[in-house]
């Protein structure tokens, strides 16, 4: 029986989603080998993470707007569809998850639940503590309102999951 993590990588595969995992002390350095471009993020919760110095956090609008790449924390995973969860808060991580061309959510791994029935106990377990809205995202963003499927209308178009290894 493959582990929470195998299915989520492989879910995330299905998605279009490139997982990479990462001890503690080297997320800063999986980042910087995906951040070849101007980055925002906000800082993840992860007490032994760190971002790169070259992610710029607590991004303004303007920043926003000059970016390609977008780091923030995700407060879980869901291993059968290859989703990340991403709490709407103060911190800034929804506008640095929707507003650029390329996502990357950092995960712990033990934050990888099995199913969406796990998921929504954890969404349980959030209500009523401030943190009820909550973003599920699966994979880059799509549409084919007009026809033909169009990737990163939006949000972003290309998606990749740091998850650190517990």
Not at 52 to 68: M, S
């Amino acid at each position: 029986m493959p582990t929470h993590l195998e299915s989520f990588e492989r879910s995330s595969a299905s998605v279009g989603v490139e997982c990479i995992s990462a001890k503690p002390e080297k997320v800063a350095d999986a980042i910087t080998d995906i951040a070849t471009g101007p980055t925002v993020g906000v800082s993840p919760e992860h007490e032994d993470v760190r971002l790169p110095d070259t992610v710029a956090v607590d991004p303004t609008p303007a920043e926003l707007n000059r970016v390609e790449i977008g780091v923030t924390p995700a407060s879980f995973a869901v291993a059968d569809c290859g989703s990340v969860a991403l709490l709407s808060g103060d911190n800034g991580s929804e506008l640095v998850s929707l507003y650029v061309d390329h996502y990357v959510a950092v995960v712990d791994e033990r934050d990888i639940v099995p199913n969406m029935e796990a998921a929504f106990d954890r969404f349980d377990a959030m209500s009523g503590t401030g943190d009820d809205d909550v973003i599920l995202a699966t994979g880059p963003s799509a549409t084919a309102d007009m026809g033909a499927l169009v990737t990163g209308a939006h949000g972003p178009s290309k998606g990749i999951v740091v998850v650190v290894e517990d």
